[in-house]
């Protein structure tokens, strides 16, 4: 089964009133795909674990050139 068709069977599409329902199920799929840290903040985005990464090195490569 596809992301797609996973996705489907487990969330309703979200319209105005399911808001509760669509909410919950959402954060429990999520759950599942190890996602929810990421929405919530408690995790960083891969992108910008690497771009913290590249900015430590130029730093680094800042401190130890010759002056």
Partial sequence: MSTKEDLSASVPILVGPNWIIWEAQMKAY????????????????????????????????TDDAPS
Avoid: S
């Fill in 30 to 61: 999520l759950g599942t795909k190890g996602l929810w840290q990421l929405v919530t903040g408690n995790e960083a985005h891969p992108a910008d674990l690497l771009a913290g990464q590249c900015a430590q090195a130029a730093i680094a490569a």
